[in-house]
């Protein structure tokens, strides 16, 4: 049974431009969210995705975007880079039926470690 | 204010040795309450959740004080293995989102 995975592990970006990170969920979930991690902090909520359609958003810019496919899986899309946005960028799934409220886990992946330079 | 506030640490203590770790939350209609552990470069992963009666795991044992907001995490008899980072994490009713702190760093020394 696969965890979270995200794809690509690592990468390095110029300010200005653009990326996107990709999550598939764990096997059951259908709802993922985003975190972001800078360095020494704990992480913190951009968005969730549940039906294909943003359920919430957090404290962040509109350069931050998103998307759910059919099958789940979820993209975040980070526009017109900062040298701010470098950080881990961490996506969790869990089954809305168990509602993070009730039982606290999210299941993560290990993340992108972005770099922007 | 953040919404919640742990010590950054470093804790470095020995092996076998009851460790503490302290949070504190601003928001008095949180509702939800957990641990999480994140090794060096890796996920973050629940550790327990928290009660208000208060609730323990093998060495662990966490407890809620609703009218302080403050919520504690004790280790006992800490091994090696016990080095992480500890998030102290929180959900407000109503909410989809966890609310992190910036963790406490703990070292446990042979």
């Known amino acids: 049974d696969a965890g979270v995975t995200q794809s690509p592990t690592h990468l390095i970006k110029t300010r200005g431009q653009q990326v996107t990170l990709r999550c598939s969920p764990k096997?059951?979930?259908?709802?993922v969210s985003w975190y972001q991690q800078a360095l020494g902090q704990g992480p913190q909520f951009i968005f969730q995705?549940?039906?294909?359609?943003?359920?919430q958003r957090g404290n962040f810019p509109d350069r931050f975007s998103g998307h759910q496919f059919p099958n789940y899986s979820s993209e975040l899309n980070v526009n017109a880079l900062l040298l701010g946005d470098s950080a881990l960028y961490l996506c969790?799934?869990?089954?809305?039926?168990?509602?993070?409220?009730?039982?606290?886990?999210?299941?993560f992946g290990e993340g992108s470690r972005l770099t922007v330079l | 204010r953040k919404e919640v506030e742990q010590d950054p640490g470093p804790f470095n203590v020995p092996e076998g040795a009851t460790v503490a770790f302290n949070c504190t939350y601003s928001?008095?209609?949180?509702?939800?309450f957990f641990w999480y552990r994140q090794d060096c470069r890796k996920e973050p992963k629940l550790l327990m959740s928290?009660?208000?009666s208060g609730n323990e795991d093998g060495r662990f044992t966490a407890q809620l004080n609703r009218a302080s907001q403050y919520i504690s995490l004790l280790i006992r008899d800490s091994k090696l293995s016990d080095s992480a980072t500890y998030l102290c994490?929180?959900?407000?009713?109503?909410?989809?989102?966890?609310?992190f702190g910036t963790g406490t760093r703990l070292t446990i020394i042979p």
């Open positions: 096997s059951g979930h259908d709802t």
């Open positions: 994490v929180v959900n407000d009713f109503g909410n989809e989102k966890l609310t």
């Open positions: 995705y549940y039906e294909e359609e943003e359920r």
């Open positions: 928001n008095s209609a949180s509702q939800s």
């Open positions: 969790a799934s869990e089954a809305a039926r168990s509602a993070v409220a009730n039982t606290g886990e999210l299941f």
């Open positions: 928290v009660y208000s």
